[in-house]
């Protein structure tokens, strides 16, 4: 299995769509508000932060199916859409996109409502914007830590 990792560095401008919203009928789950102890020099959220929280609510579907114990083993592609900023209120979507025997592909998807610890202005109007996309695979383990066949549920 290969290992691909993509970074965009679209334009703010050209890749930013007006009007978006939280996807519809879907409950995030993890929702959080960084810190600027998760900031880095630029004063943008840390990418290693943002990684860490799409594997945990990655994780959160992937745990159902399995039933039990499992390891992260690809990030099949991670794109950063959009910054994330202090203040951001960070929802991540997660829905399971494949079962096979002994592992659970992951879609994850990261929305940043703007600011939304901070009064509304003209250059801050609380928007949501789609700021991360992931696939990740996780793998069900045994108590010793190898793969093991993933029950299937009637």
């Known amino acids: 299995m290969t290992k691909k990792l993509l970074l965009s560095t ?6 930013q769509k007006k009007g978006i919203t939280l996807p519809k009928g879907m409950v995030p789950v993890l929702k959080l508000a960084p810190m ?4 880095n020099f630029n004063g943008d959220i840390f990418g290693g932060w943002v990684m860490s929280q799409v594997d945990i609510a990655g994780s959160i ?9 499992l390891a992260t083993v690809a990030v099949n592609s991670f794109i950063f859409k959009e910054p994330i900023y202090v203040g951001d209120l960070v929802s991540f979507f997660a829905k399971v996109i494949k079962i096979g025997n002994t592992s659970v592909t992951v879609e994850v998807e990261v929305y940043s409502q703007r600011r939304l610890a901070a009064p509304v202005s003209e250059s801050n109007n609380h928007e949501a914007v789609k700021v991360t996309e992931a696939t990740l695979t996780y793998v069900a383990i045994d108590k010793n830590g190898r793969p093991r066949k993933i029950e299937k549920k009637v």
Do not use: F, T
């Open 10 to 15: 679209d334009q703010s401008a050209k890749s």
């Open 36 to 39: 600027p102890s998760d900031a």
């Open 61 to 69: 579907p992937a745990i159902e199916v399995v039933s039990g114990r």
